[in-house]
């Protein structure tokens, strides 16, 4: 059973252009949870999905951010029109449907905006 | 408002120390309290998971409790080593289901 995983490792963005990083998670996982760290702080909460749901999008950006989980395939976090801020590690957490379990972390995906 | 502190920020200790680490959490209706090792522009790993319902979990030289009284989980490492050096960080879960709420995190260095 392979981890959760993200690619790409590493991106590269221009100002401006768009960034997709997906997320596959452990098999058997349906929720997924995507956090970004940027330079110099902590991890923060960005957003939670279940399959073709987002349940709490609290920490999402009201603009240019956006984020889906399939029923098939990966979730994917899309980044529009990408500025410098937006430079960070984004890492996908997941979780099986049942209680007292933990979630389970990728390698994160990092992001530099040029 | 959930908020989770770590004391102290960062930490350097000769090789073979035992050492604790402080983690602080506001909200009392806590699920499970989880404690994370990140390397330098890693990914985070899993160390240790309390729930509620627990005071402590063990693994290897590893040893984490949970007051929730208090407010207050620490992570006990014992006779540390340099490979033990990262960013540790503890994150409080509300729900099974619910978003993770990380503390900043400490840094931690163990001098060979």
């Known amino acids: 059973n392979a981890g959760v995983m993200q690619n790409p490792r590493h991106l590269v963005r221009r100002r401006g252009q768009e960034a997709r990083l997906r997320c596959s998670p452990m098999?058997?996982?349906?929720?997924v949870y995507w956090y970004r760290q940027l330079p110099e702080e902590g991890l923060k909460f960005m957003v939670y999905l279940q399959k073709e749901n987002i349940i709490d999008e609290s920490g999402m950006p009201k603009e240019r951010f956006s984020a889906e989980f399939p029923k098939e395939g990966p979730s994917i976090l899309r980044i529009q029109q990408v500025v410098r801020g937006d430079s960070a590690a984004y890492f996908c957490a997941s979780s099986p449907p049942a209680m007292n379990t933990e979630a389970f972390f990728g390698q994160g995906t990092r992001l530099t905006v040029v | 408002k959930q908020e989770v502190t770590q004391i102290p920020a960062a930490l350097s200790v000769p090789e073979g120390e035992n050492l604790v680490l402080n983690c602080s959490f506001t909200d009392s209706a806590i699920y499970n309290l989880q404690w994370f090792r990140q390397d330098p522009g890693k990914g985070l790993t899993s160390l240790l998971l309390i729930q509620s319902s627990q005071r402590e979990q063990t693994s290897g030289r590893l040893n984490a409790s949970l007051d929730k009284s208090s407010g207050r989980s620490t992570l006990y490492i014992a006779a540390s080593q340099p490979g033990d050096s990262a960013t540790y960080l503890c994150a409080e879960g509300k729900t099974s289901y619910d978003k993770v709420i990380f503390g900043p995190g400490t840094s931690l260095s163990v001098i060979p």
């Open positions: 098999k058997g996982h349906s929720h």
